[in-house]
Protein backbone atom coordinates (compact mmCIF):
# COMPACT_ATOMS: atom_id res chain seq x y z
CA UNK A 1 0.00 0.00 0.00
CA UNK A 2 1.15 3.36 -0.66
CA UNK A 3 1.69 5.48 2.32
CA UNK A 4 0.14 8.70 2.26
CA UNK A 5 2.67 12.02 2.38
CA UNK A 6 1.11 15.35 1.51
CA UNK A 7 4.75 16.28 1.11
CA UNK A 8 4.91 15.10 -2.45
CA UNK A 9 2.39 16.51 -3.31
CA UNK A 10 3.86 20.00 -2.82
CA UNK A 11 7.18 19.12 -4.11
CA UNK A 12 5.50 18.07 -7.22
CA UNK A 13 4.18 21.14 -7.37
CA UNK A 14 7.46 22.86 -7.23
CA UNK A 15 9.89 20.62 -9.05
CA UNK A 16 7.29 19.29 -11.86
CA UNK A 17 8.55 16.11 -12.22
CA UNK A 18 7.60 13.31 -14.15
CA UNK A 19 6.38 10.82 -11.71
CA UNK A 20 5.50 11.04 -8.47
CA UNK A 21 6.36 7.96 -6.24
CA UNK A 22 5.43 7.55 -2.93
CA UNK A 23 7.04 5.10 -0.19
CA UNK A 24 4.76 1.79 0.54
CA UNK A 25 3.91 -0.41 3.58
CA UNK A 26 3.65 -4.17 2.97
CA UNK A 27 0.43 -5.72 4.15
CA UNK A 28 -0.16 -9.78 4.23
CA UNK A 29 -3.05 -10.86 4.93
CA UNK A 30 -3.10 -13.82 6.92
CA UNK A 31 -6.40 -15.79 7.74
CA UNK A 32 -8.18 -15.81 11.23
CA UNK A 33 -6.67 -18.25 13.47
CA UNK A 34 -8.80 -20.76 15.49
CA UNK A 35 -8.41 -22.38 19.09
CA UNK A 36 -5.83 -25.25 18.53
CA UNK A 37 -3.85 -23.24 15.70
CA UNK A 38 -0.15 -23.75 17.50
CA UNK A 39 -1.53 -27.85 17.82
CA UNK A 40 -2.04 -27.22 13.70
CA UNK A 41 -5.94 -27.17 13.91
CA UNK A 42 -7.00 -25.81 10.76
CA UNK A 43 -4.17 -24.24 8.91
CA UNK A 44 -3.07 -23.30 12.63
CA UNK A 45 0.91 -23.73 11.46
CA UNK A 46 0.52 -22.52 7.87
CA UNK A 47 -0.23 -19.12 9.29
CA UNK A 48 1.98 -19.38 12.21
CA UNK A 49 5.14 -19.59 10.31
CA UNK A 50 3.40 -16.66 7.78
CA UNK A 51 3.10 -14.30 11.41
CA UNK A 52 6.84 -15.27 11.89
CA UNK A 53 8.16 -13.24 8.95
CA UNK A 54 6.40 -9.96 9.65
CA UNK A 55 7.58 -6.97 11.39
CA UNK A 56 4.19 -6.67 13.82
CA UNK A 57 1.11 -7.66 13.88
CA UNK A 58 -2.20 -6.03 13.18
CA UNK A 59 -5.01 -7.74 14.86
CA UNK A 60 -7.96 -7.07 13.38
CA UNK A 61 -11.25 -7.63 15.53
CA UNK A 62 -14.43 -8.10 14.76
CA UNK A 63 -16.72 -5.42 16.62
CA UNK A 64 -20.07 -5.72 15.01
CA UNK A 65 -23.76 -7.89 15.33
CA UNK A 66 -24.36 -9.02 11.55
CA UNK A 67 -26.25 -12.49 11.36
CA UNK A 68 -25.26 -12.72 7.85
CA UNK A 69 -21.49 -13.11 8.56
CA UNK A 70 -20.83 -16.11 10.42
CA UNK A 71 -18.73 -16.40 13.30
CA UNK A 72 -17.33 -19.19 15.19
CA UNK A 73 -19.38 -17.89 18.69
CA UNK A 74 -22.74 -16.26 18.74
CA UNK A 75 -21.89 -13.05 20.62
CA UNK A 76 -19.46 -10.42 19.40
CA UNK A 77 -16.74 -10.39 22.52
CA UNK A 78 -13.60 -8.44 21.13
CA UNK A 79 -11.24 -8.94 24.20
CA UNK A 80 -12.24 -13.27 23.86
CA UNK A 81 -11.37 -12.87 20.43
CA UNK A 82 -8.20 -11.58 20.94
CA UNK A 83 -7.14 -13.71 23.96
CA UNK A 84 -7.88 -16.87 22.07
CA UNK A 85 -5.14 -15.34 18.98
CA UNK A 86 -2.86 -14.68 21.62
CA UNK A 87 -2.93 -17.59 23.42
CA UNK A 88 -2.26 -19.57 20.74
CA UNK A 89 0.87 -17.44 19.92
CA UNK A 90 1.99 -18.07 23.34
CA UNK A 91 1.36 -21.79 22.94
CA UNK A 92 3.53 -21.71 20.06
CA UNK A 93 6.44 -20.32 21.45
CA UNK A 94 6.28 -22.39 24.33
CA UNK A 95 7.22 -25.14 22.02
CA UNK A 96 9.80 -22.88 20.18
CA UNK A 97 11.26 -22.42 23.70
CA UNK A 98 11.24 -25.60 25.03
CA UNK A 99 12.68 -27.35 21.55
CA UNK A 100 15.51 -24.67 21.99
CA UNK A 101 16.02 -25.28 25.93
CA UNK A 102 17.09 -28.96 24.90
CA UNK A 103 19.67 -27.79 22.72
CA UNK A 104 20.96 -25.52 25.00
CA UNK A 105 21.06 -28.25 28.24
CA UNK A 106 23.20 -30.19 26.22
CA UNK A 107 25.53 -27.38 25.39
CA UNK A 108 25.51 -26.39 29.15
CA UNK A 109 27.83 -29.63 29.48
CA UNK A 110 30.41 -28.01 27.30
CA UNK A 111 30.96 -25.28 30.39
CA UNK A 112 30.83 -22.29 27.93
CA UNK A 113 29.32 -19.36 29.73
CA UNK A 114 26.82 -18.30 27.08
CA UNK A 115 25.27 -21.66 26.94
CA UNK A 116 24.27 -21.39 30.45
CA UNK A 117 23.07 -17.88 30.45
CA UNK A 118 21.28 -18.88 27.53
CA UNK A 119 19.57 -21.56 29.51
CA UNK A 120 18.54 -19.54 32.71
CA UNK A 121 16.89 -17.14 30.64
CA UNK A 122 14.55 -19.90 28.66
CA UNK A 123 13.64 -21.03 31.41
CA UNK A 124 12.61 -17.50 32.70
CA UNK A 125 10.52 -16.70 29.24
CA UNK A 126 9.55 -19.95 29.22
CA UNK A 127 7.78 -19.89 33.33
CA UNK A 128 6.62 -15.91 32.18
CA UNK A 129 4.83 -17.81 29.13
CA UNK A 130 2.77 -20.27 30.86
CA UNK A 131 1.88 -17.66 33.05
CA UNK A 132 0.05 -16.31 30.16
CA UNK A 133 2.37 -13.52 29.93
CA UNK A 134 3.97 -12.69 26.20
CA UNK A 135 6.65 -11.86 25.31
CA UNK A 136 6.56 -8.09 24.66
CA UNK A 137 5.21 -7.36 27.98
CA UNK A 138 8.21 -8.97 29.81
CA UNK A 139 11.35 -7.20 31.16
CA UNK A 140 14.26 -8.45 29.26
CA UNK A 141 18.14 -6.33 29.36
CA UNK A 142 18.91 -5.51 25.51
CA UNK A 143 21.20 -8.82 26.19
CA UNK A 144 18.61 -10.65 26.69
CA UNK A 145 16.58 -9.42 23.81
CA UNK A 146 19.40 -10.19 21.65
CA UNK A 147 19.11 -13.73 22.20
CA UNK A 148 15.35 -13.95 21.80
CA UNK A 149 15.27 -12.54 18.96
CA UNK A 150 17.20 -15.13 17.90
CA UNK A 151 13.97 -17.17 17.91
CA UNK A 152 11.53 -15.30 16.43
CA UNK A 153 8.69 -15.54 18.80
CA UNK A 154 5.28 -14.67 17.92
CA UNK A 155 4.24 -13.04 21.02
CA UNK A 156 6.93 -10.88 20.91
CA UNK A 157 5.50 -8.78 17.72
CA UNK A 158 4.37 -5.63 18.60
CA UNK A 159 0.46 -5.44 17.96
CA UNK A 160 -1.80 -3.03 16.95
CA UNK A 161 -5.77 -3.51 17.07
CA UNK A 162 -8.07 -2.96 14.71
CA UNK A 163 -11.79 -2.66 15.74
CA UNK A 164 -14.41 -3.59 12.76
CA UNK A 165 -17.15 -1.61 13.64
CA UNK A 166 -20.55 -1.34 12.03
CA UNK A 167 -20.76 1.31 8.73
CA UNK A 168 -23.46 2.94 10.45
CA UNK A 169 -21.22 3.65 13.64
CA UNK A 170 -18.11 5.12 12.25
CA UNK A 171 -17.58 8.76 12.54
CA UNK A 172 -19.54 8.58 16.21
CA UNK A 173 -18.12 8.60 19.43
CA UNK A 174 -17.19 4.79 19.75
CA UNK A 175 -14.91 4.58 22.65
CA UNK A 176 -17.51 4.32 24.90
CA UNK A 177 -19.41 1.64 23.39
CA UNK A 178 -18.96 -1.64 25.79
CA UNK A 179 -17.22 -3.74 23.46
CA UNK A 180 -14.95 -0.79 22.56
CA UNK A 181 -14.31 0.14 25.83
CA UNK A 182 -13.04 -3.09 27.14
CA UNK A 183 -11.11 -3.77 24.21
CA UNK A 184 -8.96 -0.17 24.83
CA UNK A 185 -8.73 -1.37 28.74
CA UNK A 186 -7.19 -4.86 26.85
CA UNK A 187 -4.96 -3.23 24.63
CA UNK A 188 -3.81 -0.30 27.21
CA UNK A 189 -2.65 -2.84 29.55
CA UNK A 190 -0.13 -4.44 27.05
CA UNK A 191 0.49 -0.61 25.82
CA UNK A 192 -1.14 -1.77 22.40
CA UNK A 193 -3.09 0.99 20.20
CA UNK A 194 -6.61 0.28 18.73
CA UNK A 195 -7.21 1.88 15.43
CA UNK A 196 -11.44 2.05 14.73
CA UNK A 197 -12.67 0.95 11.22
CA UNK A 198 -15.13 -0.02 9.02
CA UNK A 199 -13.88 -2.56 6.94
CA UNK A 200 -17.18 -2.50 4.68
CA UNK A 201 -16.98 1.40 4.39
CA UNK A 202 -13.01 0.58 3.12
CA UNK A 203 -14.56 -1.11 0.27
CA UNK A 204 -16.35 1.62 -0.77
CA UNK A 205 -13.21 3.80 -0.46
CA UNK A 206 -11.35 2.08 -2.30
CA UNK A 207 -13.81 1.83 -5.52
CA UNK A 208 -14.03 5.53 -5.88
CA UNK A 209 -11.81 7.90 -7.64
CA UNK A 210 -9.56 10.67 -5.80
CA UNK A 211 -12.60 13.39 -5.96
CA UNK A 212 -15.43 10.89 -5.25
CA UNK A 213 -13.53 9.58 -2.19
CA UNK A 214 -12.94 13.24 -0.24
CA UNK A 215 -16.29 13.43 -0.74
CA UNK A 216 -17.30 10.33 0.48
CA UNK A 217 -15.50 11.09 3.46
CA UNK A 218 -16.18 14.52 4.35
CA UNK A 219 -20.20 13.38 4.56
CA UNK A 220 -19.06 10.53 6.90
CA UNK A 221 -16.95 13.44 8.79
CA UNK A 222 -14.20 10.74 8.80
CA UNK A 223 -10.76 13.11 7.76
CA UNK A 224 -8.30 10.08 6.96
CA UNK A 225 -9.87 6.35 5.51
CA UNK A 226 -9.10 3.80 8.20
CA UNK A 227 -6.11 2.38 6.05
CA UNK A 228 -4.26 5.55 5.98
CA UNK A 229 -4.91 5.89 9.85
CA UNK A 230 -3.73 2.32 9.71
CA UNK A 231 -0.56 2.79 7.98
CA UNK A 232 0.40 5.93 10.18
CA UNK A 233 0.10 4.04 13.47
CA UNK A 234 2.47 0.90 11.67
CA UNK A 235 4.71 3.59 11.00
CA UNK A 236 4.69 4.52 15.12
CA UNK A 237 4.62 1.33 16.09
CA UNK A 238 7.73 0.29 13.98
CA UNK A 239 9.69 3.70 14.69
CA UNK A 240 9.75 4.57 10.78
CA UNK A 241 9.91 7.56 9.12
CA UNK A 242 10.31 9.12 5.93
CA UNK A 243 13.47 11.23 3.18
CA UNK A 244 12.24 12.35 0.32
CA UNK A 245 14.09 12.95 -2.78
CA UNK A 246 13.34 15.54 -5.78
CA UNK A 247 16.15 14.64 -8.32
CA UNK A 248 14.62 14.63 -11.26
CA UNK A 249 12.70 12.89 -13.23
CA UNK A 250 11.14 12.11 -10.22
CA UNK A 251 10.08 12.98 -6.82
CA UNK A 252 10.24 10.23 -4.26
CA UNK A 253 9.02 9.23 -0.52
CA UNK A 254 11.89 6.66 1.12
CA UNK A 255 10.96 4.33 4.38
CA UNK A 256 13.60 4.03 6.83
CA UNK A 257 13.83 3.51 10.79
CA UNK A 258 14.67 6.58 13.06
CA UNK A 259 18.05 6.76 13.49
CA UNK A 260 19.15 5.91 10.51
CA UNK A 261 22.77 7.34 9.46
CA UNK A 262 23.18 9.28 5.99
CA UNK A 263 25.03 6.20 4.12
CA UNK A 264 22.14 3.53 5.19
CA UNK A 265 19.66 6.25 4.00
CA UNK A 266 21.34 6.67 0.64
CA UNK A 267 21.82 2.55 0.22
CA UNK A 268 17.79 2.07 0.70
CA UNK A 269 18.20 4.44 -2.89
CA UNK A 270 21.06 2.16 -4.81
CA UNK A 271 23.88 -0.23 -2.87
CA UNK A 272 26.69 1.99 -4.95
CA UNK A 273 25.69 5.14 -2.97
CA UNK A 274 26.34 4.07 0.73
CA UNK A 275 29.54 2.15 -0.71
CA UNK A 276 31.05 5.39 -2.16
CA UNK A 277 29.08 7.95 -0.16
CA UNK A 278 30.58 11.53 0.03
CA UNK A 279 28.41 13.43 1.82
CA UNK A 280 24.21 14.27 1.54
CA UNK A 281 23.17 17.95 0.83
CA UNK A 282 20.29 18.07 3.05
CA UNK A 283 17.34 20.21 3.64
CA UNK A 284 14.13 19.62 6.35
CA UNK A 285 10.74 19.58 3.83
CA UNK A 286 9.23 22.81 5.88
CA UNK A 287 12.48 25.11 4.92
CA UNK A 288 12.52 23.99 1.48
CA UNK A 289 8.71 25.14 0.81
CA UNK A 290 8.61 27.92 2.71
CA UNK A 291 11.62 29.31 0.52
CA UNK A 292 10.29 28.31 -2.72
CA UNK A 293 12.58 26.59 -4.63
CA UNK A 294 15.72 24.07 -4.02
CA UNK A 295 17.75 26.51 -6.07
CA UNK A 296 16.84 29.37 -4.15
CA UNK A 297 17.53 27.32 -0.82
CA UNK A 298 21.05 26.69 -2.24
CA UNK A 299 21.68 30.45 -2.54
CA UNK A 300 20.64 31.24 1.05
CA UNK A 301 22.97 28.61 2.76
CA UNK A 302 19.80 26.89 3.68
CA UNK A 303 21.08 23.45 2.04
CA UNK A 304 23.38 21.83 4.83
CA UNK A 305 26.18 19.51 3.52
CA UNK A 306 26.70 16.15 6.44
CA UNK A 307 28.77 13.83 6.48
CA UNK A 308 28.51 9.87 7.10
CA UNK A 309 27.63 10.56 10.69
CA UNK A 310 24.34 12.22 9.86
CA UNK A 311 21.24 10.97 11.16
CA UNK A 312 18.56 11.29 9.05
CA UNK A 313 15.18 13.31 10.25
CA UNK A 314 11.83 12.78 9.10
CA UNK A 315 10.55 14.85 6.18
CA UNK A 316 14.55 15.65 4.79
CA UNK A 317 14.48 16.72 1.66
CA UNK A 318 18.30 14.53 0.46
CA UNK A 319 20.55 14.53 -2.28
CA UNK A 320 23.21 11.93 -2.10
CA UNK A 321 26.77 12.29 -3.35
CA UNK A 322 29.15 9.94 -3.98
CA UNK A 323 31.51 7.98 -5.93
CA UNK A 324 32.40 4.44 -7.30
Request: glycine share 8%.
Amino acid sequence: MPVPDSRLEALAKMVKPEKVIPTTIEFVDIAGLVKGASHGEGLGNKFLSHIREVDAIVHVVRCFKDENISHIYPDINPVRDVGIVNLELILADIETIEKRIEKTQRMVKTGEKKYIIENKLLARVKEELEKGVPLKNMELSNGEKAITDELFLLSGKPVIYTANVDETELGKKMEGAAVIKELLQYALKEKSEVIIVSARIEEEIIRLNPGERESFMKELGIPLSGMDRLIKACYRLLGLISFLTIKLPEVRAWTIKEGTRAPDAAGKIHTDFKKGFICVEVIDYDTLVNTGSYTAAKEKGLVRREGKDYIMQDGDVALFKFSV
